[in-house]
Each structure stands twice: as structure tokens, then as C-alpha cells.
């Protein structure tokens, strides 16, 4: 396993686990930058995190564990929907995906694949077009913002009772992190957040955590996670089969789609940051 | 009304969702999160298979477990065709049963690979791998023969058997545990008929056949759904 030797990557926050999935007792494994990590629950507010002998710092947000390998350069982004009241938080998800945590955030910006890939529930055909939206980079968040998506979806929540054009918004607030916020079927003045928060087991597997928080009084919290659940597993072979499984930062590998908009902000903003791990660096 | 305690992405459940809608019995899903609450090592689902293991059927009083097992019993109860389970054939019955025995080490070798990728199993993957493969090249020697002869399914006959479903799952998912199916033409070519039966269904990981004629087989497109099979 080669070592992480990316500045930028150490220094960043990183998901391993969804708290509630943590068992009471007993030291847990899993890998972060090809590393080992072990971590265990102290109490319900507490978790430990080590690295072999050495402890690392812990961030407990959004329903999961954050560490980093390096010296967090700053707080974990904000998603103030979270401490609303009247949502349902629920850590829906976490898959194994054999690919880089960068092109898993590309896919999720991409609505193109909606009626291809979740037929019947994400997107039909004929309802194929991508309508123009706009992309902004928030240079104070240090964030990307993908505002006025439109698209048809059959059934956009697993509280959905028919199709409609669903609203989407995303944010892309940090390398390996995207968080959507679509319209509500439940209720038009809300907006429901869907959170993918990856973690990069080594440069070319990730697991992938979701967040699902909903203004939905009906669906149980299986029926959350089962839909997340079924999402999420249409697109596995679908990142799988994608080659190179690192993203490419060179220019030249874009090519000028409209649903690609978001994606060119993206790989130029990793490119600015110089993110090393998971991508495949632009030719000097 | 049947119940099928059921998780959308265990490859298990997946052959008896199948044969379910290839027959065109009307059933009623319970959704049990296999990963990440192994809902199924609950007390609440212990009582029902103290294996702990889906998938499970419940129908009136009855209780069954195991995919084989509830293969069999769908097949006899609801094909009329009696093609599915050909019990009036010592020999298919016989190659049936032994295929799915087959299929069995298809769960704890391509199936647990696709575990240890997917959902964090703390098992030997590549192990799992080698065996899988020694499997695939197995099965595949065995479908090129039986096409020689123009046989299409995995037991010699006209009509396919619950055998090949169960065969079907953990093969065609077994990319997601590294398995590749590239060096297994005739394995490749049986997954494609597979899909054009009618009343296949996919599952998150499986895609549809590509354009090309659907496989209607004789009289199992007009099944009485489950509730009325025994009026
Ligand atoms: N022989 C059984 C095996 C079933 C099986 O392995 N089911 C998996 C889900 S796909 C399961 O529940 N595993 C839990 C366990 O074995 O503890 C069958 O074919 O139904
Ligand atoms: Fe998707």
C-alpha cells in the first residue's frame, strides 16, 4: 500500500464511520489514505480514533466520525439544515465503491445519468435534457455552487407519491464531500438535503456514507435507507466500470456538455486546491 | 398472500424475486437491512429464521428459509407447466439438485467476495476470488457443451429450471467482488438469455438485456397470481 504524500489530503477531514452504526463495545477497523485506523465508541458522545500508537483528532458531525491523518487546516463545512428541528436525520447509507472519492462527487453533480441509471425513480426517458443551470465558485466558502437545476423524476424521495420537475441545488464544500438539496414532496417551502460524504479508503476505493435529511413525516427510517440504499447501488457498477478510476485534472479531458458545467468547476477548483490523491495530476 | 422478508441487494433474495415474477405470483415484500443493521441477527428475525439469513417466505402458517429451498416450493406450487422443477425426471431432477448445490458454493465464494468489497465482510477476498474463478471456468466448460448440443439452460433440456436462477445471481453480481466474467464466453452468453426471459426483473447491479427478442416459454405467462392459485 503506498503512502499518502498529498499535503492537501492529510490535512482534510475524513468520514470513517456513521456513529449509530459503531457497536457499544469492542475496538472497530477500518482504512483511511491506505492507512489503518481502529476506532471505538467511549460513550454517545465520545468516540476514539488511532492510528497504530498515535491518536488522532475527532470531529462527531452529521451523524458521523470525521478524522484526519494530517493537522485539520480548518473546521469540518458547515450544513446548518441539520440542527433544524423538524428533520429527519438518517445516516441512509454506506457502500463500498471500487473508485477514486473524486469521481464518485462527479457523478453525484450529474443529473445526466438520472434516467439511465435510476429509471422510474431518478429519471424516465424521453425526459433526458439537462436544462441550463448556473455554476458559481463561492470563493469565501471556498465552495462550489451549482444553482436552477431542473430535471423530471419520477419519484424524487422514497416519500414521493408521483412524478414532478424537482429543484436542485449543490454544493461541493470540500474535495471528497457533495451535499444536494432538492424540493421537498412533502412540503414546496422545504428543501430536502442529501449528503455524500466519502471516504477514501485508498486512492482507487471508497466507502460511501450518505446523509438524508428530510422534512417527511410518513416514511419509516428503513424506507430512507432502503431507497438511499437502492440509489446508491445502481450507480456502484456504473463507477466501477469507469476508467481511469482516478479523475483526470488535465483541461483536455473536458469536453463542453452542458451537464458537465458543474463537473469543469469541480476539477478546476481540485486542480487550484492541487489535490493529489485520487486524481490524476494535469501535465505541467 | 405470500411474504417475502427480502433485502433488495442480497443476491439470495434476488432468485426468488425472480422466479416470483417470472411465474406471476403476486407477493408482498418486507424490507430486512441486511447491511449496515444486520437487521437480520435481531431477535424479532432470529424468531423467524434462527439461522439468521435471508431470504425467508411466509404464506398462511408456513414458514420457509433458504432460496433453494423456497425455489423449490414456488415451482411446484405455482408452475403448471412443471418445467421449472421437473420432478417426472430422475435425471434433470438430479442435475437440478446438483446445480444448485453448485449455487450454493457460488454464496460463500463469489457472493462473499462481493461481501468483503461491498460491505466490509472481514474476509479473505482474494481467496474468495481464486475460488470463485475455479467455479466460473467449471460452469462456463459446462454451458459451452450443453450450447454444443443446443442445449441453452444449465440442466440439458428445452426449458430453463429454478436451477439456473439459482446459478444467475452471484454470477452476474460478481463484478462488484472483483470477479471479472471476461474469460467466460458461453457463461457470458447463458446471462444474456437469462435476461431475456419473460418476466425478468433487475436488481440494483444487474442491467437489462440490450435490444433483442424476448424468451417467452409456454404457459407460464398466465399464472393465476398467488392468492387465487388455489381456487
Ligand atoms: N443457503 C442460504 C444462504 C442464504 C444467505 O447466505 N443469505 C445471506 C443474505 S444474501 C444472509 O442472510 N447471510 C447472513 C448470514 O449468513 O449470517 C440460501 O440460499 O438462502
Ligand atoms: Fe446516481
Known amino acids: 500500500m503506498t503512502q499518502c504524500s498529498d499535503p492537501v489530503a492529510l490535512a482534510l477531514w475524513h468520514p470513517i464511520a456513521a456513529i449509530e452504526d459503531i457497536p457499544a463495545d469492542g475496538k472497530q477497523k477500518t482504512q483511511l489514505l491506505g492507512e489503518v485506523l481502529h476506532y471505538r465508541k467511549m460513550d454517545d458522545t465520545r468516540v476514539s480514533v488511532h492510528h497504530g500508537d498515535r491518536k488522532l483528532p475527532v470531529t462527531l ?18 450544513l446548518p439544515e441539520y440542527a433544524e428541528s423538524d428533520r429527519r436525520n438518517v445516516c441512509a447509507a ?38 441550463e443551470y448556473q455554476v458559481n465558485v463561492d470563493t469565501e466558502r471556498d465552495e462550489i455552487l451549482a444553482t436552477e437545476c431542473l430535471f423530471y423524476q419520477p419519484q424524487a424521495a422514497a416519500g414521493s407519491s408521483g412524478g414532478v420537475m424537482s429543484d ?56 430512507i435507507r432502503m431507497f438511499q440504499q437502492n440509489i446508491f447501488s445502481q450507480d456502484k457498477p456504473i463507477l466501477e466500470n469507469q476508467l481511469p478510476k ?21 476539477r478546476r477548483w481540485l486542480r487550484t486546491k492541487g489535490l493529489q490523491y485520487g486524481v490524476l495530476a494535469a501535465a505541467a | ?16 424475486r425472480l422466479l416470483l415474477s417470472m411465474l406471476n405470483v403476486s407477493y408482498e415484500k418486507k424490507a430486512i437491512e441486511f447491511y449496515p443493521a444486520a437487521e437480520h441477527k435481531t431477535d424479532a428475525f432470529l424468531s423467524i429464521n434462527a439461522l439468521g439469513q435471508l431470504p425467508v417466505i411466509q404464506t398462511g402458517d408456513l414458514t420457509i428459509n433458504d432460496s433453494h429451498a423456497i425455489l423449490v416450493y414456488l415451482a411446484r406450487q405455482y408452475d403448471k407447466s412443471d418445467t421449472w422443477f421437473p420432478i417426472s425426471d430422475p435425471v434433470r431432477l438430479a ?23 461491498g460491505f466490509f ?26 450450447e454444443r448440443e443446443d442445449h441453452l439452460w444449465v440442466v440439458p433440456g428445452k426449458t430453463p429450471t429454478i436451477a439456473d436462477l439459482a446459478c444467475f445471481a452471484y454470477v452476474v453480481l460478481s463484478e462488484e467482488g472483483g470477479i471479472s466474467r471476461m474469460d467466460y464466453p458461453a457463461i457470458r452468453r447463458w446471462t444474456d438469455r437469462v435476461k431475456r426471459l419473460a418476466g425478468f426483473v433487475v436488481m440494483p447491479g444487474v442491467f437489462p438485456a440490450g435490444p433483442g427478442p424476448v424468451h417467452v416459454l409456454p404457459a407460464n405467462d398466465t399464472f393465476p397470481s398467488a392468492g387465487t392459485a388455489e381456487a
Not at chain 1, 482516478?246 to 469541480?266: C, F, M, N, Q, V
Not at chain 2, 398472500?1 to 426468488?16: A, P, Q, R
Open chain 2, 1 to 16: 398472500m405470500i411474504i417475502l422478508y427480502d433485502y433488495e441487494l442480497s443476491g439470495n433474495c434476488y432468485k426468488v
Open chain 1, 61 to 78: 458531525a452529521y451523524g458521523y466520525v470525521w478524522t484526519c491523518l494530517g493537522t485539520p487546516e480548518r473546521d469540518l463545512f458547515d
Open chain 2, 121 to 146: 465482510y472481514d474476509l479473505d477476498g482474494e481467496a474468495c476470488r481464486q475460488e470463485a474463478h475455479r467455479l466460473f471456468r467449471i460452469f462456463d466448460e459446462h454451458l459451452w457443451f450443453n
Open chain 2, 95 to 117: 442435475q437440478v439438485t446438483q446445480w444448485m448445490c453448485f449455487a450454493d458454493s457460488l454464496t460463500s465464494s463469489a457472493s462473499s467476495a462481493r461481501l468483503v468489497n
Open chain 1, 246 to 266: 482516478r479523475l483526470p485534472l488535465d483541461p483536455r479531458a473536458e469536453t463542453p456538455i452542458r451537464a458537465d458545467k458543474s463537473a469543469i468547476a469541480y
Open chain 1, 94 to 131: 454506506t457502500v463500498g465503491v471500487n473508485v477514486s472519492a473524486p469521481r464518485a462527487v462527479e457523478n453525484f453533480l450529474d443529473m445526466g445519468h438520472f434516467p439511465f441509471v435510476h429509471t422510474g425513480i431518478l429519471g424516465a426517458e424521453p425526459h433526458t435534457e439537462v436544462r
Open chain 1, 168 to 223: 436542485y441545488i449543490y454544493r461541493v464544500p470540500h474535495p471528497y464531500c457533495a451535499v444536494l438539496y432538492k424540493s421537498c414532496p412533502t412540503d414546496e417551502s422545504r428543501l430536502d438535503v442529501i449528503a455524500l460524504f466519502l471516504q477514501s479508503v485508498d486512492e482507487e476505493n471508497i466507502r460511501a456514507h450518505a446523509l438524508v435529511s428530510v422534512i417527511d413525516t410518513q416514511s419509516s427510517d428503513l424506507d
